[in-house]
């Protein structure tokens, strides 16, 4: 079975950093992508962020782009989403999704495989 276990939310001021961990099992590292997924209260699940473990590509919303950095750890078959100069805006829970393949995309359906949450809550 496909697990995805995301975690490493909190509570951080703005302009503070948190790095998010999808620890996934069931899959074979270079055989998915994980996309970073993010949902604030009464708000549609926006896509954040995306990593193919074939071949390192990622993706980007302009939202977070130049802030948050995500990668992956073969030996550990985890994928981490590091967030620098976070803003409350950011402040939502926050999903991994998984899916076979290469393809490094930020949208909800590309994605058969799903975490749960961890919060993520920015102050000011």
């Known amino acids: 079975d496909v697990q995805l276990q995301a975690s490493g939310g909190g509570l951080v001021q703005a302009g503070g950093s948190l790095r998010l961990s999808c620890v996934v099992s069931?899959?074979?590292?270079?055989?998915?992508?994980i996309g970073w997924f993010r949902q604030a209260p009464g708000k549609e699940r926006e896509g954040v962020s995306c990593?193919?473990?074939?071949?390192?590509?990622?993706n980007y919303a302009g939202s977070v782009k130049g802030r948050f950095t995500a990668s992956g750890d073969k030996s550990k078959n985890t994928v981490y989403l590091q967030m620098n100069s976070l803003k409350p805006d950011d402040t939502a829970v926050y999903y991994c999704?998984?899916?076979?393949?290469?393809?490094?995309?930020?949208?909800?359906?590309?994605?058969?495989?799903w975490g749960q949450g961890t919060l993520v809550t920015v102050s000011s």
């Open positions: 999704g998984a899916d076979y393949g290469s393809y490094c995309g930020l949208r909800t359906y590309e994605y058969q495989f």
């Open positions: 069931g899959f074979t590292y270079s055989d998915y992508v």
């Open positions: 990593f193919s473990s074939r071949d390192g590509t990622t």
